[in-house]
């Protein structure tokens, strides 16, 4: 499924006026004693981004590195009128990320190198989760920060 997302041929990974805005995979297993795991990027264009895994598990963190700005009382959504100003509404992950692809369209070996980071880590991701899976959870505290480290080292692997 993620190769699917990733194809630009097909059309199914969008650019130019449409963007991708973040995609979704999921293993649902038939085993009820075994957890769905969600596989999120959080960033666009699946093609340079890690799918990161995801369990709901209780004590989750905050997922403030992929969490959209908060602006208070001056959100343009709660001034009246309304949407008279943009903010920038883009987080951690998504302005590491932009810069992470302007980087790999540029610059041939430093772009390559990046990729093959991102692709190795997305691979050592899914190899944990099936470790952990396989598990049950019966130690949910794994889980409960899977997403939130597998973003901090993608946002390494960007830097």
């Known amino acids: 499924m993620m190769d699917i997302l990733r194809d630009k041929e097909s059309g199914i990974n969008m650019e130019g006026g449409f963007l991708t805005t973040g995609s979704l995979a999921s293993v649902l297993p038939k085993d ?31 997922l403030k590195k992929t969490c959209s700005p908060a602006y208070g009382p001056e959100d343009p959504v709660k001034k009246i009128p309304r949407f008279q100003s943009k903010p920038d509404r883009k987080h951690e992950l998504y302005k590491k990320h932009e810069v992470a692809a302007a980087i790999i369209e540029s610059t041939k070996e430093r772009g390559e ?37 597998a973003i901090e080292e993608e946002l390494k692997a960007y830097s």
């Open 113 to 149: 190198n990046m990729l093959k980071k991102i692709t190795t880590l997305e691979k050592e991701k899914i190899s944990e989760m099936e470790e952990i899976a396989h598990s049950s959870l019966r130690d949910s505290t794994l889980a409960v920060n899977l997403f939130v480290e």
């Open 32 to 62: 009820p004693q075994l957890p769905c795991v969600h596989y999120f990027t959080g960033t666009p264009d699946p093609a340079r981004s890690v799918f990161k895994p995801f369990i709901f598990v209780p004590n989750i963190q905050q």
